[in-house]
């Protein structure tokens, strides 16, 4: 298992302080991997700022035929890099090889996006707008798709001609160190980087000032860092950051195909997503069908440890998001709130938590209020749809949100009202690399995928052709 920094085309063994990676289905040591040191940082800096002179001028057909060469290694090493993911991110085996699935698809879909020009014609002249690219690109990524954002942050980057220094989470390197091996082998040295290492090593590859832009998929809190450090150099941002969404179940619901699509999009990857499900309105008529639905499904689960092909269920990724959300059930149900737990017992060892209801909670409760990002999904009960997107817009996330209705125009118009950069109805979290993701308000800045996504890397250039 590889553990090294890659810097200009080889690997480095880092020369910081050593950070054990663990798994959390049982707490023990995956790796033990050394962080970058600030000078390894700018040494892998340095390295994407050389390549980069030959990089942009990459024909198209290159890139596309490199990214196709590259969606074929992943799919090669699909069971190895899956197996990865469940030791270090504790997702289910099934669920990881959906991860590295996705990926390949996205980089394939990337791959074929083309980069446009604008053409105008005014007063005799001709001007085109091109989208160049911008140098070198920091990406920094989280612990919860470890493998996916990766490559959602490093293809779009390179597609537009740009090169790359990713930092991946410290809890969740392996597998994203393995994406990097692999584009390394197909891309000239420098082009793909990657540096490993704790909130230190990211400050200082985002801060640093050769980098053009930062991509960031994380918390809130340290999207607000990462841009206050790019203020003095104007550096320009996309940040993908929490979420609180809200699912809205109106009284025409057809509950025999929500009720599974609901269970999933509040729990899939342990309710770690930022755009799952997080807290459920449901109208009065539905909500003890919708409750007694969800019972049903919360007791099938079988937690344990992802390799294990009988788990449906995996644990909290770390031991900080594991206490946060115990607490958070613990504060609510101290408060009244009902809490909902399977039948079935839990791990001893490990990071894990049962897929929690929470039923009588009030609306102003922290469970309802903050991003839980964990297995508890708290489900209120309403009667007026009006009051419950006036309530929910006032949050101060805006990553998605759903209405679950037969009738879609107003389901629609509905939509029309909710602050959320994404609204579905009659589904949640299912994400397209043709639409544009990215949140309002604390959730974000800029977007990711489709077209939009892809021009954030890179600069208009208008040139304006007069005759001589
Ligand atoms: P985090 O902010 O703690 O860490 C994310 C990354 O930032 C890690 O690599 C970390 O080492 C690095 N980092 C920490 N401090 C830094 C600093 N000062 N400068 C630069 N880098 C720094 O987030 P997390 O706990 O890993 O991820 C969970 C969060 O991510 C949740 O809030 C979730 O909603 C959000 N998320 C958002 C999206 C989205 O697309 N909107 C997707 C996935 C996760």
Redesign the pocket.
């Known amino acids: 298992m590889n553990t090294d920094l890659f810097i200009n085309g080889a690997t480095v063994k880092g020369t910081n302080s050593i950070i054990n990676v663990l798994n959390p289905a049982n707490e023990q040591i995956v790796a033990s991997v050394p962080s970058a040191s600030i000078e390894q940082v700018e040494e892998a800096v340095d390295a994407a700022k050389e390549a980069f002179n030959q990089w942009q001028h990459t024909s198209d057909q290159t890139i596309i035929d490199r990214f196709y060469a590259i969606a074929d290694e992943v799919m090669q090493a699909k069971d190895e890099i899956a197996q990865l993911i469940t030791q270090e991110q504790g997702k289910p085996l099934f669920l990881a090889q959906v991860e590295v699935e996705l990926t390949i698809g996205w980089i394939r879909y990337v791959a074929e996006l083309s980069i446009p020009v604008e053409h105008y014609q005014e007063n005799g002249k001709d001007i085109k707008v091109y989208n160049r690219p911008l140098g070198v690109i920091a990406s920094?990524?989280?612990?919860?798709?470890p493998f996916m954002?990766a490559a959602w942050h490093i293809f779009p980057a390179l597609k537009t001609k740009n090169t790359v220094v990713n930092?991946?989470?410290?809890f969740t390197p392996l597998s994203t160190i393995k994406l990097v091996e692999i584009i390394n082998r197909h891309l000239p040295q420098g082009v793909c980087n990657i540096v490993l290492g704790?909130?230190h090593v990211?400050?200082a590859l985002?801060s640093h000032p050769n980098v053009e832009k930062v991509t960031?998929?994380?918390?809130?809190?340290?999207g607000q860092?990462?841009l206050q450090s790019a203020v003095g150099d104007l550096k320009s941002v996309v940040l993908?950051?929490?979420?609180n969404d809200v699912g809205i179940v109106l009284a025409d619901a057809n509950l025999d195909e929500a009720i599974p699509k609901i269970f999933q999009s509040a729990f899939l990857n342990a309710g770690q997503?930022?755009a799952c499900l997080k807290r459920l309105y449901v109208h009065e008529s539905l909500y003890d069908q919708v409750v007694e639905h969800l019972i049903a499904l919360i007791n099938d689960q079988v937690l344990g440890d992802g390799l294990n092909p009988e788990t449906t269920f995996g644990p909290l990724q770390n031991k900080i998001q594991y206490k946060k959300v115990l607490e958070l059930i613990a504060d609510a149900q101290a408060s009244g709130a009902n809490i909902i737990r399977p039948a079935r017992s839990v791990p001893k060892t490990g990071y894990f938590i049962a897929p929690t209801l929470v039923t009588d909670i009030d609306e102003k409760n922290a469970l309802v209020q903050t991003?839980q990002?964990g297995p508890v999904l708290p489900i209120l009960k309403f009667t007026d749809v009006e009051q419950v997107i006036h309530s929910t817009n006032q949050s101060e996330y805006g990553?998605g949100g759903s209405v679950w209705s037969g009738n879609l125009d107003y389901a629609e118009q509905i939509a029309s009202k909710m602050e959320t950069g994404t609204v579905w109805i009659n589904s949640h979290s299912d994400l397209s690399p043709q639409a544009a993701?990215g949140?309002w308000k604390l959730?974000?800045l800029g977007y990711s995928f489709g077209l939009n996504g892809l021009l954030q890397y890179t600069h208009k250039q208008s040139v304006h052709l007069s005759p001589a």
């Open positions: 920094v990524t989280p612990w919860n798709w954002i930092k991946p989470s410290e704790d909130g990211g400050a985002t960031f998929t994380g918390s809130t809190l340290t860092r990462i993908e950051l929490g979420g997503t930022c991003e990002f990553l993701f949140g959730s974000g």
